[in-house]
């Protein structure tokens, strides 16, 4: 009966494209294996060949003159096969696979997974522009999963369910809106939540376009 070591199965294997390892190599792709006389591969490769695993031929001309190349035969690919193990289980399905899958019907992963994630609303000139962070209501005519890309475009008379200070930057404005969520979430969960709705003195900022 014909037997291989751990290490002239593998490359019996590398020659034909199989993986023991991947569900998705189990069957053959090719069949050639490179290599130069005198190093440790090809002496496995030689153990093959006498087995009638293998054949070894001259490279093709583009190739070094001192380079051979290895082939399975018949027998050899049917050995190769065989001695393949069970296939791997699958791999376990996350999230973000299934939201692979379908995508292009979402706005992002946060949408697919219905996270309700903040946007920033902007008012003021460009010599006294300010900003804030604010989370809408679920179900809100104005939550939208994408950042606004035009921050202007909003109303003082909205309701919202977490809202951050004005601030003169971003980065302060979403600082503001982490502690303004600090405080929403430690609120007693037996009490329930009431909209915050935007400062009516807040001066309406429209989009100037």
Same mark, same amino acid.
């Given at each position: 009966m014909i037997e291989a070591t751990e290490k002239q199965l593998g490359l019996l294997w590398h020659t034909l494209g199989l993986c023991a390892e991947r569900s998705d190599r189990r069957s053959i792709t090719r069949n050639h294996f490179l290599t130069s006389p005198g190093y440790d591969d090809s002496n496995n490769l030689?153990? &093959?060949? #006498?087995?009638? &695993?293998?054949?070894?031929? $001259?490279? +093709?001309?583009?190739? +070094? *003159? /001192? *380079?051979?190349? =290895? !082939?399975?035969? /018949?027998e050899g690919k049917q050995f #190769? &096969? /065989?001695? @393949?193990?069970? +296939?791997?289980? +699958?791999? $376990? !399905?996350? $999230?973000? /696979?299934? =939201? @692979?899958d379908e995508c292009e019907c979402y706005d992002g992963f946060a949408h697919f997974l219905g996270i309700n994630m903040p946007q920033y609303q902007q008012r003021g000139e460009w010599s006294a522009r300010e900003y804030r962070m604010v989370r809408?209501?679920?179900?809100?005519? =104005? !939550?939208? =999963? !994408?950042r606004h890309y035009d921050f202007a475009r909003w109303s003082p008379y909205e309701t919202l369910e977490v809202l951050g200070e004005w601030a003169p930057t971003l980065k302060e404005a979403k600082a503001s809106y982490k502690a303004a969520l600090k405080e929403h979430r430690a609120k007693p969960k037996s009490r329930p939540t009431t909209s915050i709705a935007s400062t009516p003195s807040a001066p309406a900022a429209h989009s100037h376009r």
């Amino acid at each position: 009966m014909i037997e291989a070591t751990e290490k002239q199965l593998g490359l019996l294997w590398h020659t034909l494209g199989l993986c023991a390892e991947r569900s998705d190599r189990r069957s053959i792709t090719r069949n050639h294996f490179l290599t130069s006389p005198g190093y440790d591969d090809s002496n496995n490769l030689d153990v &093959l060949v #006498a087995a009638g &695993l293998m054949t070894c031929g $001259k490279a +093709p001309a583009f190739c +070094p *003159e /001192d *380079e051979v190349v =290895y !082939r399975a035969t /018949d027998e050899g690919k049917q050995f #190769a &096969l /065989d001695k @393949l193990p069970p +296939p791997p289980p +699958p791999a $376990k !399905r996350t $999230k973000f /696979d299934a =939201y @692979l899958d379908e995508c292009e019907c979402y706005d992002g992963f946060a949408h697919f997974l219905g996270i309700n994630m903040p946007q920033y609303q902007q008012r003021g000139e460009w010599s006294a522009r300010e900003y804030r962070m604010v989370r809408y209501p679920r179900g809100s005519a =104005y !939550r939208q =999963y !994408r950042r606004h890309y035009d921050f202007a475009r909003w109303s003082p008379y909205e309701t919202l369910e977490v809202l951050g200070e004005w601030a003169p930057t971003l980065k302060e404005a979403k600082a503001s809106y982490k502690a303004a969520l600090k405080e929403h979430r430690a609120k007693p969960k037996s009490r329930p939540t009431t909209s915050i709705a935007s400062t009516p003195s807040a001066p309406a900022a429209h989009s100037h376009r």
